[in-house]
């Protein structure tokens, strides 16, 4: 459920919170299980092997928590983050800086490979979530595209899949089928994802055991990256009108409190912003601590 609440908003991953919550590894090794063995195992062991040649119950687990959180909990997040985004912003920029520190700490033995990683992966990160969102018209190449994308950056730490939607100019349509059940344009974007994700979870199981430490440094400087995205404190530039005719933001500028305070009819919310950071940094470290 803390996936689904994290992948509705821009600039947060639910891979993160995998990560801190210590299923990462198991979800990725899980996903790459869904091959031509279990196929076979399908059709010559009966369904209930098949079920545990892919780990069904974690998947099952899993996959619920991040549906029911999708229909139910994002909209509250989503809420807050139109009515109150200073402190939705703060809190997560605590709990991404805090699971920033649970990936690094893990890193044994650093060198200049592991830090060239590291600072690598923090550049790519903060070009990224650097770029102007885009606007485009939706087809169905369009849609089943974004989902194959979008579902590789959920799964990253520290890369947002939704905001990687809001750079293909999708965010809008693909959230707006979500509340709308349109269910031609979600089962395009499934598709996407279904096809994403099994051959992106190679990709990364893989490295993980292959070159587990590049691998870390490499996901850490992501997340290290991503807080650009998600400082609490912006001044948007400019703004679009989305399908429905309202106003969103498209290039938004981060200010520090100070600055951010001398602009007419703006308010800092600094306390308060402060204590949700914190309790955000303090949840990362608990949930750390869980995995041990």
């Known amino acids: ?79 807050l983050l139109e009515e109150h985004p200073i402190l939705i912003w703060s809190f997560f920029f605590g709990l991404i800086l805090a699971s920033t520190w649970s990936v690094v700490r893990h890193v044994r033995g650093w060198n200049f490979n592991l830090a060239a990683m590291f600072v690598s992966g923090a550049l790519l990160a903060y070009v990224i979530t650097d770029q102007a969102p885009g606007t485009v018209e939706p087809t169905s190449l369009l849609i089943f595209l974004s989902g194959m994308i979008a579902i590789c950056a959920m799964i990253l730490p520290g890369i947002s899949g939704s905001f990687i939607l809001l750079l293909m100019g999708m965010y809008t349509p693909v959230l707006g089928a979500i509340k709308g059940l349109e269910w031609v344009t979600l089962a395009l974007f499934v598709s996407g994802c279904v096809v994403g994700l099994l051959s992106f979870s190679r990709v990364l199981s893989w490295a993980f055991h292959h070159h587990r430490m590049l691998t870390l440094a490499l996901l850490g400087g992501f997340m290290l990256g991503s807080l650009n995205k998600v400082w609490p404190w912006k001044y948007t530039l400019a703004y679009t009108i989305n399908r429905h005719g309202e106003m969103v933001p498209l290039l938004q500028d981060n200010l520090l409190p100070g600055s951010y305070e001398v602009l007419p009819g703006l308010n800092t919310w600094f306390w308060p912003a402060a204590m949700l950071m914190l309790l955000g940094a303090l949840l990362g470290v608990v949930m750390d601590r869980q995995q041990h």
């Open 1 to 79: 459920m803390m996936m689904g609440a994290a992948d509705a908003v821009p600039g947060v991953s639910g891979g993160t919170i995998a990560f801190i919550t210590g299923i990462y590894e198991e979800l990725i090794d899980t996903l790459k299980q869904f091959n031509l063995e279990a196929v076979r195992i399908l059709f010559s062991e009966g369904v209930l092997s098949c079920w545990r040649y892919v780990n069904g119950n974690f998947l099952l687990a899993l996959v619920s928590g991040i549906l029911l959180s999708l229909l139910s909990i994002s909209h509250l997040v989503l809420y």
